[in-house]
């Protein structure tokens, strides 16, 4: 009787800790611990950046050494003698001359003189004349004779050259227009630009047998001469300089500094992510 009663005993007891144990098995984890991803977008981001900048600097280094090797052929075409340019000038070739200094006879044609401006010498604010000038064949080419400034521009008239003159200048094509600068407004007499094509149409057009080849003409004197011309109101020529403006030095260091800041700044984020314990997350199920 007593062995029956413990079997009894025995066997309630297995059913009572199996039906407890199924019963727990569904109860959640509580915690279970897990570390946050440290690849984050501001990783992502912050490791990308100093490989972007060093491709920049890199492709600005490129263009610096163009820039230089540019200007030194120029300077080198600048130094050659001046060319005699053809009664009819090949107009496709004009890019492979920019720069090269020519000498011309002619005389002015006052009336289709264009005012180009505004523009500044030194401090002064004023304007550059282009004035096209009719040659010994008969041809016609644009000139911008150079600066005169606003206060003495009324002046211009009183220094009109009527005779034959010889003008030494250097070869040049229409700069790139900034998307600041008007329009030019020819009816109005409003010049912003050099717009070659447009000057020459200007002046007479092909019935005018005017060629759009613009010359600037050299100034090559010294400074009183520049400032006695000036007050009177004669304008100046540029210098026989190549004026291509270099900054690319500039965006090189800038780009690799940005490179190596943004180099530093990736690799104390990841030290202090990989050093950080991180924080412990619940996870249930």
Do not use: C
Not at 119 to 141: A, C, D, F, Q, W
């Amino acid at each position: 009787m007593f062995n029956i009663f413990r079997r009894s005993l025995h066997a309630t007891t297995r059913l009572n800790l199996w039906t407890f144990g199924r019963r727990t098995s569904n109860v959640p984890a509580v915690y279970k611990a897990r570390r946050e991803p440290w690849l984050k977008p501001v990783m992502v981001l912050v490791g990308v950046m100093p490989i972007f900048t060093f491709a920049l600097g890199t492709w600005q280094l490129k263009r610096l050494k163009w820039k230089i090797n540019l200007i030194d052929e120029l300077e080198e075409k600048l130094q050659l003698a001046p060319l005699s340019l053809p009664p009819n000038v090949n107009l496709s070739v004009i890019p492979d001359f920019v720069f090269r200094r020519v000498r011309i006879r002619g005389k002015w044609d006052h009336a289709h003189t264009m005012i180009l401006g505004p523009r500044t010498r030194e401090g002064l604010h004023g304007v550059h004349i282009v004035t096209p000038l009719v040659r010994e064949n008969g041809s016609t080419v644009l000139v911008d004779r150079g600066f005169v400034s606003n206060e003495q521009l009324k002046s211009l008239g009183d220094h009109l050259e009527n005779d034959e003159v010889e003008v030494l200048g250097m070869l040049r094509v229409s700069p790139p227009r900034n998307r600041f600068t008007p329009d030019n407004d020819p009816t109005s007499g409003k010049w912003y630009w050099p717009e070659v094509d447009k000057m020459a149409e200007f002046a007479g057009g092909h019935d005018a047998d005017v060629q759009p080849v613009y010359i600037e003409q050299i100034f090559d004197g010294h400074a009183g001469d520049a400032l006695s011309r000036l007050d009177k109101g004669i304008p100046v020529g540029r210098a026989p300089t190549v004026d291509l403006r270099n900054s690319h030095l500039s965006y090189v260091i800038t780009w690799y500094a940005l490179s190596g800041l943004t180099s530093m700044m990736f690799l104390r984020l990841w030290a202090t992510r990989r050093n950080s314990p991180g924080r412990r997350m619940p996870r249930f199920g």
